[in-house]
Protein backbone atom coordinates (compact mmCIF):
# COMPACT_ATOMS: atom_id res chain seq x y z
CA UNK A 1 0.00 0.00 0.00
CA UNK A 2 1.50 3.47 -1.12
CA UNK A 3 1.62 6.32 1.75
CA UNK A 4 0.55 9.22 1.02
CA UNK A 5 2.70 12.46 2.44
CA UNK A 6 1.06 16.20 2.99
CA UNK A 7 2.34 19.23 2.75
CA UNK A 8 0.24 20.05 5.97
CA UNK A 9 1.91 20.35 9.84
CA UNK A 10 0.82 17.84 11.88
CA UNK A 11 3.64 18.66 14.53
CA UNK A 12 5.86 21.64 14.71
CA UNK A 13 8.51 21.92 17.41
CA UNK A 14 9.78 25.48 17.83
CA UNK A 15 13.22 25.81 19.69
CA UNK A 16 12.75 23.67 22.51
CA UNK A 17 15.28 23.22 25.41
CA UNK A 18 15.42 21.42 28.47
CA UNK A 19 18.22 20.95 31.00
CA UNK A 20 18.11 18.56 34.20
CA UNK A 21 19.56 20.04 37.18
CA UNK A 22 20.71 17.68 39.81
CA UNK A 23 21.03 19.62 43.44
CA UNK A 24 21.76 18.89 47.41
CA UNK A 25 20.68 20.52 50.49
CA UNK A 26 16.86 21.12 51.72
CA UNK A 27 17.75 24.80 52.70
CA UNK A 28 20.62 26.47 50.77
CA UNK A 29 20.30 23.74 47.07
CA UNK A 30 23.62 23.35 45.52
CA UNK A 31 23.28 22.52 42.21
CA UNK A 32 26.07 19.36 41.71
CA UNK A 33 24.86 18.71 38.11
CA UNK A 34 23.81 20.22 34.87
CA UNK A 35 23.12 18.88 31.85
CA UNK A 36 21.62 20.39 28.58
CA UNK A 37 19.36 17.74 27.38
CA UNK A 38 17.80 19.42 24.73
CA UNK A 39 19.07 22.96 23.11
CA UNK A 40 17.14 24.96 21.05
CA UNK A 41 15.61 22.50 19.12
CA UNK A 42 12.97 22.86 16.18
CA UNK A 43 11.67 20.63 12.90
CA UNK A 44 8.15 19.52 11.56
CA UNK A 45 6.62 16.95 10.91
CA UNK A 46 3.69 16.73 7.28
CA UNK A 47 1.40 14.38 7.81
CA UNK A 48 1.99 10.62 6.56
CA UNK A 49 6.04 10.97 7.28
CA UNK A 50 8.01 9.09 9.13
CA UNK A 51 10.97 11.14 10.12
CA UNK A 52 14.07 9.73 12.38
CA UNK A 53 15.34 11.37 15.06
CA UNK A 54 19.07 9.65 15.61
CA UNK A 55 22.17 10.33 17.57
CA UNK A 56 24.68 8.60 20.37
CA UNK A 57 23.72 7.78 24.33
CA UNK A 58 22.72 10.81 26.18
CA UNK A 59 22.13 12.82 23.30
CA UNK A 60 18.29 13.95 24.09
CA UNK A 61 16.16 11.72 21.85
CA UNK A 62 14.16 10.84 24.74
CA UNK A 63 13.97 13.98 26.47
CA UNK A 64 12.20 15.54 23.40
CA UNK A 65 10.13 12.71 22.86
CA UNK A 66 8.65 13.12 26.29
CA UNK A 67 8.54 16.63 25.81
CA UNK A 68 6.14 16.36 22.57
CA UNK A 69 4.23 13.72 24.82
CA UNK A 70 3.96 16.22 27.54
CA UNK A 71 5.08 13.87 29.36
CA UNK A 72 7.53 16.52 31.15
CA UNK A 73 7.63 20.05 30.60
CA UNK A 74 10.48 21.61 28.55
CA UNK A 75 12.02 24.95 29.89
CA UNK A 76 11.04 27.00 27.01
CA UNK A 77 9.85 27.06 22.85
CA UNK A 78 6.55 25.42 21.76
CA UNK A 79 4.93 22.00 20.32
CA UNK A 80 2.04 22.68 17.87
CA UNK A 81 -0.25 19.55 17.05
CA UNK A 82 -2.50 20.30 14.31
CA UNK A 83 -2.38 23.89 14.76
CA UNK A 84 -3.05 24.03 18.36
CA UNK A 85 0.01 25.45 21.02
CA UNK A 86 0.25 21.86 22.93
CA UNK A 87 2.96 23.10 25.38
CA UNK A 88 0.55 25.81 26.83
CA UNK A 89 -2.97 23.91 27.00
CA UNK A 90 -4.45 23.21 30.12
CA UNK A 91 -4.83 19.62 31.53
CA UNK A 92 -8.45 19.26 30.17
CA UNK A 93 -7.98 20.91 26.73
CA UNK A 94 -4.32 18.27 26.78
CA UNK A 95 -6.93 15.21 27.54
CA UNK A 96 -8.25 15.68 24.39
CA UNK A 97 -5.27 15.31 22.19
CA UNK A 98 -3.92 12.69 24.10
CA UNK A 99 -5.39 10.45 22.11
CA UNK A 100 -3.97 11.75 18.98
CA UNK A 101 -0.64 10.70 19.71
CA UNK A 102 0.51 7.53 21.18
CA UNK A 103 4.49 5.91 22.19
CA UNK A 104 5.90 2.79 22.03
CA UNK A 105 8.97 2.32 24.24
CA UNK A 106 11.67 0.46 24.01
CA UNK A 107 11.35 -2.18 26.42
CA UNK A 108 7.57 -3.76 26.02
CA UNK A 109 7.75 -5.80 29.27
CA UNK A 110 8.16 -2.81 31.39
CA UNK A 111 5.95 -0.84 29.49
CA UNK A 112 2.91 -3.19 29.91
CA UNK A 113 1.76 -3.68 33.06
CA UNK A 114 2.62 -6.83 34.42
CA UNK A 115 -0.44 -7.43 36.78
CA UNK A 116 -2.99 -7.47 33.92
CA UNK A 117 -4.28 -9.21 31.31
CA UNK A 118 -3.27 -8.70 27.71
CA UNK A 119 -6.81 -7.60 27.27
CA UNK A 120 -6.98 -5.03 30.13
CA UNK A 121 -3.85 -3.55 29.04
CA UNK A 122 -5.21 -2.79 25.24
CA UNK A 123 -8.24 -1.93 26.89
CA UNK A 124 -7.03 0.29 29.26
CA UNK A 125 -6.81 3.78 27.31
CA UNK A 126 -10.07 2.77 25.48
CA UNK A 127 -11.93 2.57 29.08
CA UNK A 128 -9.67 6.09 30.06
CA UNK A 129 -11.59 7.78 27.34
CA UNK A 130 -15.04 6.30 27.73
CA UNK A 131 -15.82 3.16 25.70
CA UNK A 132 -18.23 0.80 27.05
CA UNK A 133 -15.82 -2.40 28.73
CA UNK A 134 -17.96 -4.55 25.87
CA UNK A 135 -16.90 -2.76 22.74
CA UNK A 136 -13.25 -2.38 24.36
CA UNK A 137 -13.10 -6.10 24.26
CA UNK A 138 -14.12 -5.95 21.18
CA UNK A 139 -12.08 -3.57 19.83
CA UNK A 140 -9.17 -5.26 21.59
CA UNK A 141 -9.24 -8.31 20.05
CA UNK A 142 -9.90 -7.25 16.53
CA UNK A 143 -6.07 -5.22 17.68
CA UNK A 144 -4.88 -8.54 18.68
CA UNK A 145 -5.31 -9.77 15.06
CA UNK A 146 -3.87 -6.33 13.47
CA UNK A 147 -0.67 -6.70 15.08
CA UNK A 148 -0.48 -10.49 14.30
CA UNK A 149 -1.65 -12.09 17.13
CA UNK A 150 -3.95 -14.83 18.08
CA UNK A 151 -6.81 -13.23 19.70
CA UNK A 152 -7.80 -16.73 21.71
CA UNK A 153 -4.41 -16.01 23.80
CA UNK A 154 -6.04 -12.14 25.35
CA UNK A 155 -6.98 -13.38 28.68
CA UNK A 156 -2.95 -14.35 28.90
CA UNK A 157 -0.47 -12.17 30.99
CA UNK A 158 2.43 -10.45 29.73
CA UNK A 159 5.06 -12.39 30.76
CA UNK A 160 3.64 -15.36 28.79
CA UNK A 161 4.47 -14.12 25.77
CA UNK A 162 7.86 -13.42 23.91
CA UNK A 163 9.82 -10.10 23.67
CA UNK A 164 8.63 -9.35 19.98
CA UNK A 165 5.26 -10.42 20.76
CA UNK A 166 4.86 -8.24 24.08
CA UNK A 167 6.20 -5.01 21.93
CA UNK A 168 3.22 -6.64 19.31
CA UNK A 169 0.55 -6.18 22.09
CA UNK A 170 2.41 -2.33 23.38
CA UNK A 171 1.78 -1.80 19.28
CA UNK A 172 -1.78 -2.98 19.65
CA UNK A 173 -2.59 -0.31 22.69
CA UNK A 174 -0.90 2.55 21.52
CA UNK A 175 -2.85 1.69 18.20
CA UNK A 176 -6.62 1.18 20.45
CA UNK A 177 -7.00 5.24 19.86
CA UNK A 178 -6.52 5.57 16.37
CA UNK A 179 -3.76 7.89 17.15
CA UNK A 180 -2.53 10.39 14.25
CA UNK A 181 1.10 10.50 15.71
CA UNK A 182 3.15 7.73 16.91
CA UNK A 183 6.41 7.93 18.84
CA UNK A 184 8.44 4.89 18.62
CA UNK A 185 11.22 5.46 21.34
CA UNK A 186 13.84 2.59 19.88
CA UNK A 187 10.88 0.00 19.59
CA UNK A 188 13.28 -2.70 18.45
CA UNK A 189 16.87 -2.16 19.97
CA UNK A 190 15.93 -4.51 22.91
CA UNK A 191 14.84 -7.22 20.62
CA UNK A 192 16.33 -10.21 18.51
CA UNK A 193 17.80 -9.14 14.58
CA UNK A 194 15.58 -11.85 13.40
CA UNK A 195 12.23 -10.19 15.45
CA UNK A 196 13.24 -6.60 14.56
CA UNK A 197 12.22 -7.11 10.75
CA UNK A 198 9.07 -8.33 11.70
CA UNK A 199 8.32 -5.57 14.11
CA UNK A 200 9.46 -2.97 11.85
CA UNK A 201 7.67 -4.40 8.52
CA UNK A 202 4.45 -4.41 10.75
CA UNK A 203 5.09 -0.36 11.65
CA UNK A 204 5.49 0.30 8.33
CA UNK A 205 2.17 -2.12 7.21
CA UNK A 206 0.29 -0.26 9.96
CA UNK A 207 1.49 3.26 8.98
CA UNK A 208 0.25 2.70 5.42
CA UNK A 209 -3.17 0.92 6.48
CA UNK A 210 -3.97 4.13 8.97
CA UNK A 211 -1.83 6.84 7.41
CA UNK A 212 0.10 7.58 10.63
CA UNK A 213 3.06 10.16 11.06
CA UNK A 214 5.75 8.64 12.86
CA UNK A 215 8.52 10.32 14.93
CA UNK A 216 11.12 7.20 14.98
CA UNK A 217 14.05 7.23 17.80
CA UNK A 218 16.94 5.11 17.29
CA UNK A 219 20.72 5.59 17.62
CA UNK A 220 21.22 3.34 14.19
CA UNK A 221 21.73 5.62 11.37
CA UNK A 222 20.99 2.96 8.75
CA UNK A 223 18.13 1.55 10.25
CA UNK A 224 16.44 5.08 10.00
CA UNK A 225 17.71 5.52 6.72
CA UNK A 226 15.69 2.18 6.43
CA UNK A 227 12.57 3.33 8.25
CA UNK A 228 12.12 6.66 7.68
CA UNK A 229 11.74 9.67 4.56
CA UNK A 230 13.89 12.06 6.81
CA UNK A 231 16.76 12.23 9.50
CA UNK A 232 16.85 14.44 12.20
CA UNK A 233 20.60 14.01 13.65
CA UNK A 234 21.28 14.62 17.13
CA UNK A 235 24.30 15.48 19.28
CA UNK A 236 24.25 16.87 23.05
CA UNK A 237 21.28 18.12 22.76
CA UNK A 238 21.30 19.65 19.59
CA UNK A 239 20.19 19.21 15.97
CA UNK A 240 23.24 19.25 14.05
CA UNK A 241 21.87 17.75 10.44
CA UNK A 242 18.53 17.17 8.88
CA UNK A 243 17.50 16.15 5.57
CA UNK A 244 16.37 13.16 3.07
CA UNK A 245 17.60 9.97 4.42
CA UNK A 246 19.70 8.55 1.38
CA UNK A 247 20.94 12.14 1.30
CA UNK A 248 21.84 12.18 4.90
CA UNK A 249 23.19 8.83 5.03
CA UNK A 250 25.19 8.96 1.57
CA UNK A 251 26.24 12.51 2.20
CA UNK A 252 26.52 13.84 5.60
CA UNK A 253 27.43 17.49 5.55
CA UNK A 254 27.91 17.65 9.18
CA UNK A 255 31.04 16.33 10.31
CA UNK A 256 29.70 14.62 12.91
CA UNK A 257 27.42 12.83 10.60
CA UNK A 258 30.32 12.21 8.73
CA UNK A 259 32.39 10.39 11.95
CA UNK A 260 29.70 8.51 12.95
CA UNK A 261 29.37 6.72 9.83
CA UNK A 262 32.96 6.79 9.20
CA UNK A 263 33.28 5.07 12.25
CA UNK A 264 30.73 2.32 12.07
CA UNK A 265 32.37 1.18 8.95
CA UNK A 266 35.39 0.99 10.41
CA UNK A 267 33.87 -1.30 13.37
CA UNK A 268 33.23 -4.82 13.42
CA UNK A 269 30.06 -5.95 12.76
CA UNK A 270 28.27 -6.32 15.78
CA UNK A 271 29.32 -3.17 16.98
CA UNK A 272 26.36 -0.89 18.16
CA UNK A 273 25.94 2.91 17.05
CA UNK A 274 25.00 3.87 20.61
CA UNK A 275 28.97 2.29 20.90
CA UNK A 276 30.05 4.60 18.33
CA UNK A 277 28.55 7.58 19.66
CA UNK A 278 29.88 6.96 23.26
CA UNK A 279 33.66 6.77 21.45
CA UNK A 280 33.17 10.01 19.45
CA UNK A 281 32.04 11.30 23.11
CA UNK A 282 34.92 9.53 25.13
CA UNK A 283 37.26 11.42 22.54
CA UNK A 284 36.13 15.00 23.49
CA UNK A 285 37.17 17.28 26.43
CA UNK A 286 33.89 19.15 27.33
CA UNK A 287 36.37 21.83 29.36
CA UNK A 288 37.46 23.35 25.87
CA UNK A 289 34.24 24.05 24.49
CA UNK A 290 33.31 27.64 24.85
CA UNK A 291 29.64 27.72 25.68
CA UNK A 292 29.28 30.07 22.91
CA UNK A 293 31.23 27.70 20.21
CA UNK A 294 29.98 24.30 18.06
CA UNK A 295 29.33 21.59 20.56
CA UNK A 296 31.44 19.68 18.01
CA UNK A 297 33.91 21.41 18.12
CA UNK A 298 36.15 19.75 20.09
CA UNK A 299 36.69 16.39 18.15
CA UNK A 300 35.87 18.08 14.74
CA UNK A 301 38.99 17.67 12.48
CA UNK A 302 37.08 20.60 10.58
CA UNK A 303 37.60 22.96 13.60
CA UNK A 304 38.52 26.52 13.05
CA UNK A 305 38.85 29.31 14.95
CA UNK A 306 35.27 30.56 14.35
CA UNK A 307 33.81 27.56 15.93
CA UNK A 308 35.19 27.87 19.72
CA UNK A 309 33.02 30.97 19.64
CA UNK A 310 30.08 31.39 17.49
CA UNK A 311 26.88 29.07 17.80
CA UNK A 312 26.38 27.39 14.01
CA UNK A 313 22.88 28.09 13.11
CA UNK A 314 21.27 25.27 10.82
CA UNK A 315 21.45 26.87 7.09
CA UNK A 316 19.86 24.86 3.80
CA UNK A 317 22.06 23.32 1.77
CA UNK A 318 21.43 22.73 -2.00
CA UNK A 319 20.73 18.81 -1.64
CA UNK A 320 18.12 19.95 0.62
CA UNK A 321 20.01 19.33 3.74
CA UNK A 322 20.40 21.45 6.80
CA UNK A 323 23.26 21.80 8.69
CA UNK A 324 24.58 23.49 12.06
CA UNK A 325 27.70 24.02 10.66
CA UNK A 326 30.40 26.81 9.99
CA UNK A 327 32.18 25.18 6.93
CA UNK A 328 29.05 26.11 5.22
CA UNK A 329 29.01 29.81 6.08
CA UNK A 330 30.58 31.79 2.79
CA UNK A 331 32.61 34.31 4.83
CA UNK A 332 35.81 35.90 4.45
CA UNK A 333 37.25 34.12 7.51
CA UNK A 334 36.28 30.72 6.48
CA UNK A 335 37.44 31.49 3.10
CA UNK A 336 41.30 32.08 4.57
CA UNK A 337 40.93 29.27 6.74
CA UNK A 338 40.29 27.11 4.02
CA UNK A 339 43.01 28.37 1.85
CA UNK A 340 45.83 28.52 4.95
CA UNK A 341 44.89 24.81 5.25
CA UNK A 342 45.14 23.81 1.85
CA UNK A 343 48.62 25.82 1.93
CA UNK A 344 49.37 23.83 5.14
CA UNK A 345 50.08 26.69 7.27
CA UNK A 346 47.24 24.94 9.85
CA UNK A 347 46.38 21.39 10.45
N1 LIG B 1 15.37 12.91 34.67
C1 LIG B 1 16.63 13.25 34.39
N2 LIG B 1 17.40 13.85 35.32
C2 LIG B 1 18.66 14.23 35.06
N3 LIG B 1 19.26 14.05 33.84
C3 LIG B 1 18.53 13.45 32.88
C4 LIG B 1 17.18 13.02 33.09
N4 LIG B 1 16.71 12.46 31.94
C5 LIG B 1 17.72 12.54 31.05
N5 LIG B 1 18.80 13.13 31.61
C6 LIG B 1 20.08 13.41 30.93
O1 LIG B 1 19.79 14.13 29.74
C7 LIG B 1 20.63 13.68 28.68
C8 LIG B 1 19.78 13.20 27.53
O2 LIG B 1 19.14 12.00 27.93
P1 LIG B 1 18.14 11.21 26.97
O3 LIG B 1 17.60 10.06 27.74
O4 LIG B 1 17.18 12.15 26.38
O5 LIG B 1 19.15 10.70 25.82
P2 LIG B 1 18.90 9.65 24.65
O6 LIG B 1 19.41 10.31 23.40
O7 LIG B 1 17.49 9.20 24.64
O8 LIG B 1 19.89 8.48 25.05
P3 LIG B 1 19.72 6.88 24.85
O9 LIG B 1 20.08 6.60 23.40
O10 LIG B 1 20.72 6.30 25.79
O11 LIG B 1 18.31 6.50 25.17
C9 LIG B 1 21.55 12.61 29.26
O12 LIG B 1 22.77 13.22 29.63
C10 LIG B 1 20.79 12.13 30.48
O13 LIG B 1 21.67 11.67 31.47
MG1 LIG C 1 16.55 7.34 24.88
Request: aromatic share 6%.
Amino acid sequence: MKRAISKRHLLSVRNISKRFVTSTGLIRRKIIAATQAVDNVSFDLHVGETVGLVGGSGSGKSTLARIILRLIEADSGEVWFDGEPITSLAPDRMRLFRKDFQVVFQDPLHSLNPRRTVAENIMRPLLNFGTARAAARLRAESLMVTVGLNPATIDRYPHEFSGGQCQRIAIARALALKPRLLILDEPVSALDVSVQAQILNLLKSLQAEFNMTYLFVSHDLGLVRWMCDRTLVMYRGKLLETGNSDVVHDQPAHPFTRDFIATVLTMSGDAKWADVAARLDDAETPAEVDEHGCIYAPVCSECRPVCRRKPPVLRHLPTGQAVACHLYEHTSENSAWIHQRAAGVVS
